[in-house]
T-cell receptor, first 113, second 109 residues
Framework: ETGVTQTPRHLVMGMTNKKSLKCEQH?????MYWYKQSAKKPLELMFV???????ENNSVPSRFSPECPNSSHLFLHLHTLQPEDSALYLC????????????FGEGSRLTVL | QKEVEQDPGPLSVPEGAIVSLNCTYS??????FMWYRQYSRKGPELLMY????GNKEDGRFTAQVDKSSKYISLFIRDSQPSDSATYLC?????????FGTGTRLTIIP
């Protein structure tokens, strides 16, 4: 596998469910990111990890919980979400923190009922 | 005022036309400027990266930066149906990357 891989591609969950999004990068990068993409809005940075350490949490509600066990894997744990959390969640990686040269996965389309 | 303004479109042009996509920004600390292309049901991919005023050309694509006017553009020459996508501008200073909302472009055969 090459690039950045995200699973699942689509997820439907109720507000009381717990689910997780997974991201894996095969590029040897040391920084990984979660972004939220909603219609007609700019990409919203959620979390940044650099060498497995969280370096940025952009005031994200606690119902989103990231986990980065190593430089190649990133998870986003979801719990008691709201319908307004429905969006495309994009994982990205880069060589260093915030160079601008991000490599994105195809995203996980989340629908919260 | 938003830090980065981008017309969301949609923009439809006939095949072969020259396309001009634009963003304006308010933060004079921005030094690095990017254009990402996002096809439907895909993640964004980096298309162009510039860090100075002026033009940068790559095949049919030209990125233009005017720091004095806080204005960046992406030109696509001889547009093809395969160029149909959403184009996002992005820029950064010393810290975080800021994206525009994206412009949805359709090239009509």
């Amino acid at each position: 596998e090459t690039g950045v891989t995200q699973t699942p591609r689509h997820l439907v969950m109720g507000m009381t469910n717990k689910k997780s999004l997974k991201c894996e990068q095969h590029l040897g990068h040391n920084a990984m990111y979660w972004y939220k993409q909603s219609a007609k809005k700019p990409l919203e940075l959620m979390f940044v990890y650099n060498f497995k350490e969280q370096t940025e949490n952009n005031s994200v509600p606690s119902r989103f919980s990231p986990e980065c066990p190593n430089s190649s894997h990133l998870f986003l744990h979801l719990h008691t979400l709201q319908p307004e959390d429905s969006a495309l969640y994009l994982c990205a990686s880069s060589h260093g923190g915030h160079t601008g040269e991000l490599f994105f996965g195809e995203g996980s389309r989340l629908t919260v009922l | 005022q938003k830090e980065v303004e981008q017309d969301p479109g949609p923009l439809s042009v006939p095949e072969g036309a020259i396309v001009s996509l634009n963003c304006t920004y308010s933060n004079s600390a921005f030094q690095y400027f990017m254009w990402y292309r996002q096809y439907s049901r895909k993640g964004p991919e980096l298309l162009m990266y510039t860090y100075s005023s002026g033009n940068k050309e790559d095949g049919r694509f030209t990125a233009q930066v005017d720091k004095s006017s806080k204005y960046i553009s992406l030109f696509i020459r001889d547009s093809q149906p395969s160029d149909s996508a959403t184009y996002l501008c992005a820029m950064r200073g010393n810290e975080k990357l800021t994206f525009g909302t994206g412009t949805r472009l359709t090239i009509i055969p």
